[in-house]
């Protein structure tokens, strides 16, 4: 498996926020938000991507496994933001080249090997105490609402078939309860204003 570079990922990060800030100043200077929202778009979510990547940084300096974590996460996005260019150089104000440097970078963490190796190895969360206990009780929720484990039970697949994020269902008495608060609270606050 390939060694991790967190060095080489922060140059990847660097490079790819160089070319997302030259975006930003050419849509500025030659466009609107309103006249190129596909852009506009797109430069938000690589930004939020390669943000994201950014803070990965230091969870990849805890270890072995996340430092290996963290440079296919920057390869993803990274490679995801020269999708995004590719063939629309112009409106991003960027060379055919721009990602170059990263290239071989990008190409060794989404070697499909590496990420073979990688595909059923959890990372270390580094929580402490309070989120490990939040943590368990999602987990158990999964578990035992949704029939999720290792391996996603009926219900959840039936759900996923529909396209629903979760079984109806699971959410009813929560969803009652929520909207139970909100008119409560607004009965509260109609009476104190």
Known sequence: ?????????????????????????????????????????????????????????????KGELEAKLTCVFVADAVADLGAKI??????WDCGADALDGARSFVGAWRDPATLADLAYQDGPRHLDSDFELVQDTFRRFA?????????????????????????????????????ASQIEASRVDGAVG
């Open 1 to 61: 498996m390939t060694t991790p570079d967190l060095q080489a990922a922060a140059s990847a990060i660097e490079l790819a926020d160089g070319v997302i800030r030259g975006a930003i100043v050419h849509l500025a200077e030659t466009g609107s938000v309103d006249a190129d929202q596909v852009l506009a778009y797109d430069i938000a979510h690589a930004s939020a991507a390669v943000e994201t990547a950014r803070s990965m940084l230091d969870y990849g300096n």
């Open 86 to 91: 590719w063939g629309r150089e112009a409106s």
């Open 143 to 179: 578990e035992d609402q949704l029939g999720l484990r290792k391996n996603p039970g009926p219900r959840f697949i039936a759900g996923e078939q529909r396209n629903l994020a979760l079984p109806l269902s699971c959410c009813v008495e929560d969803l009652q309860a929520g909207v």
